[in-house]
């Protein structure tokens, strides 16, 4: 599979669309040229490695969102995919929690909304938590 090929399945599945669809939705919130480079650098190559799991990968994207700020629509599908790869309800909460020490409150605690936010909508669907 080629390298853009596989980032097109990573966003299809961290956003939650068919790949037929990713495409289409790159381009339009974000224009052609960066939904290419999106394809082929990003999703294609940075939750491939053997070092960490797919767990451990969306637990560290979530702290660097997080202690960043101003993230957070980018933190919203971060969240379920790290529920859909294996964290819990209460290794997320934890992971805020933390950052409230290193990154400040303010930051942590807007991550927290959002995580309890995402978290209550994948309870009212009734997906896996």
Not at 4 to 18: D, K, L, M, P
Not at 23 to 37: D, H, L
Not at 60 to 81: N, S
Request: net charge negative; aromatic share 8%.
């Amino acid at each position: 599979m080629s390298r853009r090929r596989r980032g097109i399945a990573v966003y299809a599945s961290q956003f939650g669309v068919s790949e037929a669809e990713v495409e289409q939705f790159f381009v339009e919130r974000y224009g052609a040229r960066m939904a290419e480079e999106a394809f082929a650098a990003q999703g294609g190559s940075a939750w491939e490695d053997d070092a960490l799991s797919l767990r451990d990968r969306s637990l560290v994207v979530l702290a660097a969102l997080i202690t960043q700020g101003g993230a957070e629509e980018r933190l919203r599908p971060h969240v379920r995919w790290a529920i859909e790869h294996g964290a819990t309800r209460e290794e997320l909460e934890a992971l805020a929690t933390l950052l409230a020490v290193y990154a400040g409150w303010p930051r942590a605690s807007v991550g927290m909304e959002v995580i309890r936010e995402e978290l209550a909508r994948i309870d009212d669907k009734g997906d896996r938590t």
